[in-house]
């Protein structure tokens, strides 16, 4: 809402806080004042306000019959009537008489009235049942400003409550103490003219009814402040007076007439709407009428009895179309605390009023009755309070079994298209909706909501949109479109309609998890088939390597053989080392497996001898191509014919980085262990490859496999030894670091 209508709601209840609070006082100031039977108002004339037990009934008076003599005495030119009973009452003991003589035109009528003192018969009616009411039409009056602060219509019917409500509490202090006689002057020129409003206004602006309200504006604030004034400094304009009474009962026809001929042109909602108050505002003017005709001639005190309820039906009507229709078009979410007071406020009242009226005629003792009957209105406000929550926030007790139902479904659902199925069904089994909308965030629709927080209405859409929300993640919404009759709905249809987003969101982001570990399950088992292919096609590739090199040694054997030369003994040893090589390799192929390790004492000179032998075909120098210097007996703990692949792999490298020209160096000592390098003088490895070179099939070379140092690096860290590669000076230079045998025996 916007501030400045907030201010105007919170300076009205404010403003009748503390004009109730000067009520009670003058109404406290009142009690027990003796008074002669009947009202004389502060103008001094007769008012037919009273009660059945004052007899007034069998007098020949009628309303604005002025008092002119008291004990026989004609009052003095100047004197205030009014002021001249209470000095003659003053003093004067309850069952006593007083002569008084009233005057209408050239008429006078004298009347002996017994005295008697305001007791809480009169306190109850004309105080506290006006007051009740008086609360009850301007709460009602002030929500639905509150509601829809802008709207001409909100505004007439809350300006016609506060009069009324004014009116009501200014009522009983204008018949005794006068405290505030100005203000209810003003209020009976108010109430009719706030009426016209209404009628002119309500439920919306009509360029039509323009005219109507600059008379009212023109005419009827003059008036009011006339009467205001009057009422203040004792002028008497009687006439001016009797016609704004008179205005009542013909203001609260006009409104039931305008609402009828509203109701004959409208059709559809607005046609809807409007009969849902009709009813209503019509009875306010007929029973005010009625009411006002029989007071008039038979000085039965039906008008004032009656006039509470009678003007309670009018707001009472608004308000109840308001509720279920929206009449206004607010737009605005109910709230308990705002609604069900004015309920158990009224319930109160009829239960209390209905049974001290009934004990009256029973004539029981005055504390006996007085006692019942506020019983009774306790009892009629706490029922009445019960009924409002449970038929205007009626969602908590309704919904509560579709929150479990709703949970219980949702946890068996895994796909999102059926949780949005069942929350539309539920929520439209139970909520009065013609449509309920589940929009997830990836529509583009969902946007407007999720940015917001909580349920709330969108004027652009003209729906309450509810976030789907699960710790800090914007699932969707739900979009729940009026209800039907356009009813308003309560925060506790928001409230429930939250829990639902809530559990929704919950199902939503348990389905998504689930999607996510079904797709990473799927990922997983494909990516382990591609890492199994993938070591199969590596140990496939590590096993065509190892056996090129056999290959290409019993070529030469053969080629040497073929040429009629001698093969000498170490050749042949040679040829049946790798035969059995051979044969464990094609003993792995039928395991599909790496052969496990067979960790031993091995000379390291013995197995680079063995890996010079194994190249040599493939030398172009021959064996004193490459330089070995092995310093003293070095051995390590590891498989020979793992150490002896890593070997083969870095002197085959190494031979064909440095060319036909460069050196290649095979060194071994010991340092803190064993240290074996592999050099040659070759151009190098750039910056921009080094961290590739022992992944499988990379290679620099055209031809190459790029098999070899990634066979290296396998062995070398299954043997849990070290493996680098540096640039120092002109040479490469691999660094295998291992443990020597004697420090491992050692650590044994």
């Not at 009976?188 to 360029?207: E, G, K, M, Q, Y």
């Not at 490459?626 to 793992?642: F, M, N, Q, W």
């Not at 060319?659 to 064993?674: K, L, M, T």
Request: glycine share 6%; with cysteine; proline share 5%.
């Amino acid at each position: 809402m916007a501030r400045a209508p907030r201010v105007v709601v919170a300076v009205a209840a404010v403003s009748y806080g503390m004009l109730l609070a000067v009520a009670l006082s003058a109404a406290i100031q009142a009690y027990g004042r003796p008074f002669p039977s009947l009202f004389v108002d502060p103008f001094g004339d007769f008012s037919n306000v009273h009660l059945p037990a004052w007899g007034i009934a069998r007098l020949d008076l009628r309303a604005m019959d002025h008092l002119v003599a008291i004990d026989h005495r004609p009052l003095d030119a100047g004197t205030s009537p009014v002021e001249a009973l209470e000095a003659r009452l003053s003093g004067s003991s309850a069952g006593s008489t007083v002569p008084l003589t009233f005057e209408r035109g050239d008429a006078r009528t004298e009347v002996t009235a017994a005295i008697r003192r305001l007791g809480s018969d009169e306190l109850w009616l004309f105080f506290g049942v006006y007051v009740l009411f008086g609360i009850a039409t301007l709460w009602l009056g002030l929500v639905v400003l509150h509601a829809a602060p802008r709207g001409s219509g909100a505004r007439a019917y809350a300006a016609f409550s506060t009069s009324g409500a004014v009116f009501f509490a200014t009522f009983f202090d204008y018949h005794t103490t006068r405290w505030m006689s100005p203000v209810f002057a003003a209020m009976t020129a108010a109430v009719p003219l706030t009426a016209l409003w209404v009628a002119a206004d309500f439920p919306r602006h009509s360029p039509r009814t323009r005219p109507l309200r600059l008379a009212l504006a023109v005419v009827g604030v003059p008036v009011a402040i006339l009467v205001t004034a009057a009422a203040w400094r004792g002028w008497d304009i009687r006439a001016l007076r009797a016609g704004v009474n008179f205005l009542v009962p013909v203001s609260l026809a006009v409104v039931a007439l305008s609402m009828a001929a509203r109701l004959a042109r409208s059709e559809g909602l607005d046609r809807l709407r409007i009969r849902s108050a009709f009813f209503g505002v019509c009875m306010a003017p007929a029973v005010v009428s009625l009411g006002y005709v029989v007071t008039a001639f038979s000085n039965t005190p039906l008008f004032h009895l009656l006039l509470p309820f009678a003007m309670f039906l009018v707001p009472a009507a608004i308000g109840r179309s308001f509720l279920r229709h929206d009449i206004v078009e607010s737009r605005a979410v109910l709230r308990p605390h705002i609604l069900v007071w004015p309920a158990a406020v009224f319930g109160g009242l009829v239960g209390g009023f209905t049974l001290w009226c009934g004990l009256k005629l029973l004539a029981i003792d005055q504390s006996v009755v007085i006692v019942l009957a506020l019983l009774a209105a306790a009892v009629a406000a706490t029922a009445s309070w019960r009924y409002g929550r449970l038929r205007l926030f009626a969602a908590r007790s309704r919904f509560q079994p579709t929150i479990e139902e709703l949970a219980n479904e949702l946890a068996e659902l895994r796909e999102p298209a059926e949780i949005a199925s069942t929350l539309r069904a539920l929520i439209l089994r139970w909520l009065p909706t013609p449509d309920v909308e589940v929009r997830f965030a990836s529509t583009e629709a969902a946007g407007e909501a999720i940015e917001g927080s909580g349920a709330r209405w969108s004027e652009s859409r003209s729906e309450i949109l509810v976030p789907m929300r699960f710790a800090s993640e914007d699932l969707g919404l739900l979009a729940v479109k009026p209800k039907h009759g356009q009813a308003l709905y309560t925060t506790e249809d928001l409230r429930l309609l939250e829990t639902m987003a809530a559990l929704a969101a919950v199902a939503l982001h348990n389905a998504h998890a689930l999607h996510e570990v079904q797709a990473l399950r799927a990922l997983e088992r494909a990516a382990s088939r591609e890492e199994t292919r993938l070591k199969l096609d590596a140990f496939s590739a590590e096993m065509a390597h190892e056996m090129a090199y056999s290959v290409n040694y019993f070529r030469y054997l053969l080629r040497e053989l073929g040429r009629s030369s001698s093969v000498d003994a170490e050749e042949l040893d040679v040829g049946q080392e790798e035969l059995e090589r051979l044969e464990g390799m094609l003993a792995q192929l039928r395991r599909v497996q790496a052969r496990p390790l067979e960790l031993r004492r091995v000379e390291v000179a013995d197995i680079v001898a063995r890996a010079v032998r194994l190249l040599e075909p493939t030398l172009p120098g021959g064996a004193d191509r490459v330089a070995v210097h092995i310093e003293g007996s070095v051995a390590v703990r590891a498989d020979g014919e793992a150490l002896l692949q890593v070997i083969v792999n870095l002197l085959k490298n190494a031979l064909q980085a440095s060319g036909a020209s460069g050196a290649v160096e095979v060194r071994a000592f010991e340092r803190s262990g064993v240290v074996i390098e592999v050099r040659d003088t070759g151009p190098g490895i750039s910056s921009g490859i080094r961290e590739r070179i022992f992944q499988p099939w990379f290679s620099t070379k055209a031809d190459g496999g790029g098999m070899g140092l990634s066979i290296v690096q396998r062995v070398v860290r299954s043997l849990d030894w070290k493996l680098d590669v540096a640039r120092e000076e002109s040479w490469t230079v691999f660094r295998i670091q291992a443990p020597s045998w004697t420090s491992r025996e050692e650590a044994e």
